[in-house]
């Protein structure tokens, strides 16, 4: 399956990484990921993703942060933000739409739900 669409995964969990990584490439999506938001930032030099899978718990820079910190680069603006994340308090969401994300999945999640909303993402923008 050639996909084009470009994912970033922004997440400190390394098997969280692995099965995202895993289930994205197997859709055909070309997938990078960070460990944590200022890794995040570093590889978004120098790639443009069309979606950012982003963690709320991380050491060094929190997803809330390192999606305020995405939301200041222009050539950003048209990349949809979602956080997949355990903090799933009213709370915790708003501070994450408040901060940019478009979606806000929580922890534990459902493989097919997370992949048909990614794909939904890539088909309608």
């Known amino acids: ?3 084009h669409s470009k994912i970033l995964i922004v997440d400190d969990e390394p098997n969280i990484i692995l099965v995202l990584e895993f289930l994205l ?3 055909g ?3 990078k990921k960070a460990f944590d938001g200022l890794h995040a ?3 978004l030099v120098d790639f443009t993703p069309d979606v950012i899978v982003l963690d709320v718990m991380m050491p060094n820079m ?3 942060e390192t999606a305020s910190a995405i939301r200041k680069i222009p050539e950003l603006e048209a990349t949809t933000i979602v956080f997949l994340t355990a903090k799933g308090t009213e709370t915790d ?3 994450g739409y408040n901060t940019g994300a478009e979606y806000y999945m929580i922890k534990p999640f459902d493989n097919d739900v997370f992949l048909s909303t990614i794909s939904e993402i890539l088909a309608y923008g």
């Open 1 to 3: 399956m050639e996909n």
């Open 41 to 43: 930032l570093e590889i």
């Open 29 to 31: 999506y070309q997938v």
């Open 93 to 95: 969401r708003r501070q």
């Open 62 to 64: 929190d997803g809330f």
């Open 25 to 27: 490439e197997k859709q």
